[in-house]
């Protein structure tokens, strides 16, 4: 059984939203607190939450259990988000499954694929939904420093993934990976039919 930890990104300061994305609500529940929960409930142990802009706000108003993570840096692109929260990675983890607090209908049985399918022996699971690649995605350890030194500016770890095809096994999942970007899509969700969301493979 691996022993997986879970990390969102959660840091921007949603210039396009009108503010930070983890405070907002969705079904009565933050963005952030759908996130470190989804997360738990597909089988990660510890989650990490990566916080910037409006981090003291996220923090008081969390009531999900998760290690939040400080990134200083946040106006630098997502990248900076992804570098800090891997490298806060406890040792005691065979790898991580990553996913951004701004898609609140992943949910947790893609969570489990990806994990089930490092179980499997892949070293990195990325979710697929309709034959694109989306969130979440899984890293094993031995490949964290790595995608940390790829990412750069709001790239995550797509440089990594296409270097090295080889190591990635995608994984059809459940769920709907829109983005949410502004408030117009955030209302979208909440209508009985929601449009075909972005996929993001940041």
Avoid at 116 to 126: F, L, P, T, Y
Wanted: proline share 6%.
């Amino acid at each position: 059984m691996k022993n997986t930890a879970g990390l969102v990104l959660a840091a921007g300061a949603g210039r396009r939203f009108g503010g930070p994305k983890a405070l907002a609500e969705f079904d009565g529940r933050s963005l952030l607190d759908r996130a470190v929960a989804t997360l738990h409930a597909g089988g990660c142990r510890q989650v990490l939450g990566v916080l910037g802009a409006g981090a003291e706000q996220a923090l008081a108003a969390a009531t999900e259990a998760f290690t939040p993570v400080m990134n200083r840096r946040w106006g630098q692109g997502l990248s900076t988000s992804l570098k800090a929260g891997l490298a806060a990675v406890p040792e005691r983890y065979d790898g991580v499954v990553v996913t951004l607090v701004d898609q609140p209908r992943i949910v947790p049985e893609a969570v489990r694929r990806v994990i089930a399918a490092a179980e499997e022996g892949a070293a990195v699971a990325v979710a697929v939904y309709a034959g694109r690649r989306g969130h979440p995605m899984y890293f094993a350890r031995e490949h964290l420093d790595a995608i940390a030194a790829g990412a750069s500016g709001d790239r995550g770890a797509r440089d990594f993934l296409a270097a090295h095809p080889g190591l990635v096994r995608e994984v059809e999942c459940p769920g709907d990976p829109l983005d949410v970007d502004t408030q117009a899509d955030l209302e979208a969700l909440s209508r009985p039919t929601s449009p075909p969301g972005l996929v993001s493979q940041r």
